[in-house]
């Protein structure tokens, strides 16, 4: 998360909770580049869920950065325990740490809520995987083939 993000975060806690103070728009906010720290390992949308479980609680007392955290942490086990990584195979031909690297970039989209194959996807990106794809290394003339006009190749 950026200073940016985390300042977006402080703007919708200030609209939730009436202790903290709006961000004051004419000059640097002290409180954004701190909570940037704490919260800089988090996914902006996943924390924004975050805060809005942190919403809905009648227990509210006041929300803090590391409240932030660990509700954010909660809404990714829950999106965790949602998937099932175990089948999600790893790309064939990568070596024992670039599959932990894989691994790695795959819980972090499931935890954000990604769907499984977009999470894939986003996995072999994170490691520069390709996939190998069933069917003909070259394209063919579905019609041609019907008709039985192509060439045989030995």
Partial sequence: MNEYEAGKIIAMV???????PPLDRTR???????????L???DYATAEKGVLELARDPGLV????????????????RNLDRADIAAIEPPDDIDTNT??????ALV?????????A???????HAVGARRRTLGPAEP??????????????P
């Fill in 118 to 124: 977009a999470a894939r996807a986003e996995a072999d």
């Fill in 14 to 20: 200030a609209g939730i909770d009436h202790r903290v």
């Fill in 108 to 116: 972090r989209a499931l935890g954000r809520g990604a769907e499984t």
């Fill in 62 to 77: 006041a929300i803090r950065p590391g409240d932030i955290f660990q509700a954010t942490k909660r809404v990714m086990r």
């Fill in 40 to 42: 800089e390992p988090l």
């Fill in 140 to 153: 063919r003339d579905v019609r041609a083939l019907i008709a039985g006009t192509t060439k045989e190749t």
């Fill in 28 to 38: 640097p906010d002290e409180r954004v580049p701190v909570w940037q720290q704490v």
């Fill in 99 to 104: 599959t932990l690297a894989w691994r790695r």
